[in-house]
């Protein structure tokens, strides 16, 4: 069986600084790897995806993540937080079989103080 | 232009009352899903259709029951409504395949008193 950890419930960072949002995975077989991002009162919006290739994936709003095979790792980052980027970040992994199911971790919420 | 839209936004009941969810996508998916957010923001999957036939039934109670008319619709009925049911609940699709990105709608928020 698939799985996601979020090991950070919340992650806080003073706007301009670097962030990081931290995602681990367990799949057999080559994963496929998201973020997805959910705002206030908002459905989730997909930021990024890992599928194969370049192991930086670069996505929405400046953020980009890092593919790690060997720390089975799939970290969210961002050179210079904005305020805006505050919200709710979800790390997932796709379903291995058409007939599958995707796997969402527990979520990580960001909070960019000015 | 909305590519999944689900309706209503809110929705507040009594318990025991029966309610239902409608969900449409125009982005041509084969795969459709309704998925539970609870109060601490956790995402669980509940069904996943791949044209119009169930293929992810989770562990849902049975009052629950989704519909789907044609592969671009997805709607949730509810039966006996309990306080337990409040959550947002967020239809989603996507192309059939891991590999594709899930597409949510802004989802419609459940409250039962």
């Known amino acids: 069986a698939q799985s996601v950890a979020q090991p950070e419930d919340q992650v806080n960072v003073a706007e301009g600084n670097p962030l990081t949002v931290k995602c681990t995975y367990s799949?057999?077989?080559?994963?496929?790897l998201f973020w997805y991002v959910q705002y206030p009162n908002r459905g989730l919006q997909f930021l990024l995806k890992?599928?194969?290739?370049?192991?930086l994936v670069k996505g929405s709003y400046g953020f980009e993540a890092e593919f790690n095979k060997s720390q089975t790792s799939f970290h969210l980052k961002k050179p210079s937080a904005l305020v805006s980027d505050s919200a709710l970040y979800f790390c997932?992994?796709?379903?291995?079989?058409?007939?599958?199911?995707?796997?969402f971790g527990d979520g990580t919420t960001l909070t960019v103080k000015p | 232009d909305t590519a999944v839209s689900q309706t209503p936004k809110y929705l507040v009941t009594q318990m025991g009352n029966d309610k239902s969810i409608k969900c449409e996508q125009n982005?041509?998916?084969?795969?459709m899903y309704w998925y539970k957010q609870d109060s601490k923001k956790f995402l669980k999957i509940m069904f996943s259709?791949?044209?119009?036939?169930?293929?992810i039934n989770e562990t849902v109670p049975n009052r629950f029951s989704p519909k789907s008319p044609d592969k671009a619709h997805l709607n949730l009925h509810i039966n006996s409504l309990e306080l337990g049911d409040s959550a947002v609940y967020f239809c989603?699709?996507?192309?059939?395949?891991?590999?594709?990105?899930?597409?949510f709608g802004e989802g419609s928020w459940l409250t039962v008193v």
């Open positions: 997932a992994v796709g379903a291995n079989t058409n007939a599958g199911k995707s796997t």
């Open positions: 799949v057999s077989g080559n994963p496929y």
């Open positions: 890992y599928i194969t290739g370049d192991n």
């Open positions: 989603a699709s996507s192309p059939t395949g891991g590999s594709n990105t899930i597409y």
């Open positions: 982005l041509g998916h084969d795969t």
């Open positions: 259709y791949n044209n119009k036939e169930l293929i």
